[in-house]
T-cell receptor, first 114, second 113 residues
Framework: DTEVTQTPKHLVMGMTNKKSLKCEQH?????MYWYKQKAKKPPELMFV???????INESVPSRFSPECPNSSLLNLHLHALQPEDSALYLC?????????????FGPGTRLTVT | DQQVKQNSPSLSVQEGRISILNCDYT??????FLWYKKYPAEGPTFLIS?????DKNEDGRFTVFLNKSAKHLSLHIVPSQPGDSAVYFC????????????FGTGTRLKVLA
């Protein structure tokens, strides 16, 4: 099973709402990632969890709050977002860096902030 | 500072012909490179990778070539098929053994039937 699943597929939220994005993988990967992708741009790294601990935060605004409840799950909690936060949010996972480098991506959540 | 660059935003190729997608990088410390393919409304899918100790890696119709002195890599698809139409990203870990991947800006490949 090389699948990373993400829910929901689409999300529309107002600037005062609180919502969460969810990601799950069952490949035994110990690194999980959140990326943001705007149209016609490459994915931009937001957060990395390694062995369920936050190891990289790319200076992401605090209105985005990641959480890794266990080795298979990754959440991104959203609060008080801005319209410019509208984008495709991608989750990915990979083995530890000493092994294979390939990241497996989920299909993404298309977020629209109104 | 774009450390991984794909200078061709788009490429059109006839079905059955070779597609060549190019990627340049600026950091000579990069030692591993990956290619991903992305269809609309889907996440990127890993295609093929190459370590800096090699200059070529082949997997079926896909071959990646690495020219370290020129800091250049290319992805060859032979023969190209309409299903190959997608956006292709090259990527590199920012430093050996880290989780930080730098992605190129992508090249949109269109394979014409």
């Amino acid at each position: 099973d090389t699948e990373v699943t993400q829910t929901p597929k689409h999300l529309v939220m107002g600037m005062t709402n609180k919502k969460s994005l969810k990601c799950e993988q069952h490949m035994g990967h110990r690194a999980m990632y959140w990326y943001k992708q705007k149209a016609k741009k490459p994915p931009e790294l937001m957060f990395v969890y390694s062995y369920e601990k936050l190891s990289i935060n790319e200076s992401v605004p605090s209105r985005f709050s990641p959480e890794c409840p266990n080795s298979s799950l990754l959440n991104l909690h959203l609060h008080a977002l801005q319209p410019e936060d509208s984008a495709l949010y991608l989750c990915a996972s990979s083995q530890a860096p000493t092994g294979s480098y390939e990241q497996y991506f989920g299909p993404g959540t298309r977020l629209t902030v109104t | 500072d774009q450390q991984v660059k794909q200078n061709s935003p788009s490429l059109s190729v006839q079905e059955g012909r070779i597609s060549i997608l190019n990627c340049d990088y600026t950091n000579s410390m990069f030692d591993y490179f990956l290619w991903y393919k992305k269809y609309p409304a889907e996440g990127p899918t890993f295609l093929i990778s190459i370590s800096s100790i090699k200059d070529k890696n082949e997997d079926g119709r896909f071959t990646v070539f690495l020219n370290k002195s020129a800091k250049h890599l290319s992805l060859h698809i032979v023969p190209s098929q309409p299903g190959d139409s997608a956006v292709y990203f090259c990527a590199a870990p920012k430093a050996s053994g880290t989780y930080k991947y730098i992605f190129g800006t992508g090249t949109r490949l269109k394979v014409l039937a």
